[in-house]
């Protein structure tokens, strides 16, 4: 692939004089912290690394594509720069665009394979959309008269069974989540854990 984009950029067949030194591996590097000299400012160094994050993209986009004419090429760096965020997962930045909501977030991963020394390069893309969801209510007054049921069917005519067809019915009404959330012994045990923190 690195290969394929390469030739992209430079020219059929086109060979770099250290082309050894390139690879996934360095695409990888560059993509998520370039090496510059320390004394570069930090807008230049800013602009250096956003400038090869939006060319490898673009790089990646034409391979994928096959083809892309110069007005294409123009628009795919006006769409770069207004819907996209472009960096690594790690960095403060990429919260920020979640947040902020940018319409595409792009990124590079790396994994191992676990049973060899193999590396995996992949990209990983998120988009922003809408997501419709259900929402309801349920009357405490159903609550408490399948709540009444359940006791009169597990402690009167002891039906232990875990799979019983009372709990599968009425899906309109949630009633096997309903019946899980009675009391112990009615009910399943509430499951507890230590506090947990989730990063946006």
């Known amino acids: 692939l690195v290969s394929n984009i390469f030739q992209q950029v430079y020219g059929k067949f086109a060979k770099h004089p250290f082309g050894h030194s390139f690879g996934p591996g360095f695409v990888y590097r560059n993509f998520h912290d370039m090496d510059l000299p320390p004394n570069l ?42 819907n996209w965020y472009l960096g690594s997962h790690t960095n403060t930045k990429w919260r920020e665009a979640v947040l902020s909501k940018v319409p595409n977030i792009f990124s590079l991963q790396k994994s191992e394979s676990s049973d060899s020394i193999q590396q995996f390069y992949k990209a990983h893309i998120l988009k922003l959309r809408d997501c419709k969801t259900s929402v309801g209510k349920l009357n405490s007054s159903v609550v408490r008269g399948l709540w009444s049921s359940l006791s009169f069917e597990l402690l009167y005519l002891t039906n232990d069974d875990d799979e019983r067809y009372s709990i599968q019915a009425d899906e309109h009404v949630l009633r096997n989540l309903t019946v899980q959330a009675a009391n112990y012994p009615l009910g399943y045990a509430a499951y507890t854990s230590e506090s947990t923190t989730f990063y946006l």
Request: glycine fraction near 0%.
């Open 41 to 82: 400012p930090k807008d230049l160094h800013n602009l250096v690394q956003d400038s090869f994050r939006a060319a490898f993209k673009i790089a990646l986009d034409k391979t994928v594509i096959d083809r892309l004419d110069d007005k294409e090429l123009y628009e795919e760096f006006l769409d770069l720069k207004w």
